[in-house]
Every structure is written in C-alpha cells, then in structure tokens.
C-alpha cells in the first residue's frame, strides 16, 4: 500500500508572497530630520564630542542645520584636522 502524498493548491490569499526589500536607493530618499546647530550642541553626546566641538566645527563649516549623519560627519572631519 504506496501511499501518495499530494498538496493541493494554495487559493491566492494563501499563497506567502516574498518580502519587499529595500534598495540602498529606498534607503537614501527617507527623510532624514533636520536639527538646528543649537540643538546639535546641545545634545553633544551623541555626537561625541564636547559643546564646544560640536559648536565649532559647524560654525566653520557654514551649517546652521544638519542632519545627525552630516553633524557625525563634520564633527569627525574637525576632530581629525591637522593642527599646524
């Protein structure tokens, strides 16, 4: 006695549909929040630096606003400059 298993087919509700993925394209276009200098400052810590280093290297670097990721990127840039 061979006994056959046989599935039958899932009606179309049922059927598991393969995740969305996001693209590094998708990534890119959602909306970043935008913080004023002052704010970015005061909350230095996330930042990793002092006030006064996050204060300063925005100054120089003519940003009255930022997101956090350009913020990260011009507190780095100003820690690791070159003194002469």
Known sequence: MDKETT????????QK???????????STAKESVYDAAYLAKNHKA???SY??????????????ATLAEAK????????KEVK
């Open 52 to 65: 006064a280093i996050v204060a300063a290297s925005l100054r120089l670097a003519g940003k009255d606003k």
């Open 7 to 14: 599935t039958a087919p899932q009606p179309a509700a049922e």
């Open 17 to 27: 549909k393969p995740a969305p993925t996001v693209t590094a394209a998708a990534k």
């Open 73 to 80: 990127k011009i507190v780095t840039a100003f820690k690791t």
């Open 47 to 49: 930042l990793g630096a």
